[in-house]
């Protein structure tokens, strides 16, 4: 059974626009496509955006999902390998969590300081335009 771009789309969760953008940049492989140039899909093309789109979920980087996948698809892998990527993601989360964190005391502290009414001063905006006083509470990304 074989399916075009859209019901690989519905059936897989992951748009068409990132399923052409996955083909284009290697992360799948390039699909059969018919006489007219129409992509086809395979169930196994089905299985393998699904699996993108999991790892997309749980925050995982491209790079991430194709070293992921490689593992997936490599049936002699040790699992100590998949648990290691495992264990460096949560260790980039929870580093994503704290910068979060010190972003969202920061507002909380202009937002403290904003009277909030009809007058034009704002510590909020102040704070914005002074690299320096939001700067050294949040790191610029």
Same mark, same amino acid.
């Given at each position: ?24 940049? /290697? $992360?799948?492989?390039?699909? !059969? *496509? ?11 093309? @089905? %299985?393998? &955006? ?19 996948? /490689? $593992?997936?698809?490599?049936? !002699? *892998? ?11 993601? @949560? %260790?980039? &989360? ?40 939001? %700067? ?6």
């Amino acid at each position: 059974m074989s399916m075009n771009i859209g019901d690989a789309a519905t059936a897989s969760g992951v748009s068409a626009k990132m399923i052409r953008h996955y083909e284009e940049i /290697g $992360l799948i492989p390039a699909v !059969a *496509r018919t006489d007219a140039g129409y992509r086809r899909y395979s169930e196994r093309d @089905i %299985h393998l &955006l699904r699996f993108i789109r999991q790892g997309r979920v749980l925050g995982f980087s491209i790079k991430q999902i194709a070293d992921l996948m /490689g $593992l997936w698809l490599d049936q !002699a *892998r040790p699992s100590s390998k998949v648990k290691q990527l495992a264990k460096e993601h @949560i %260790h980039e &989360l929870d580093e994503k969590i704290r910068e979060l964190q010190t972003m969202k005391s920061t507002l909380e502290q202009l937002v403290l300081h904003c009277h909030g009414d009809a007058r034009p001063d704002c510590p909020i905006l102040d704070a914005l335009g002074n690299q320096a006083s939001c %700067h050294s509470s949040v790191t610029a990304r």
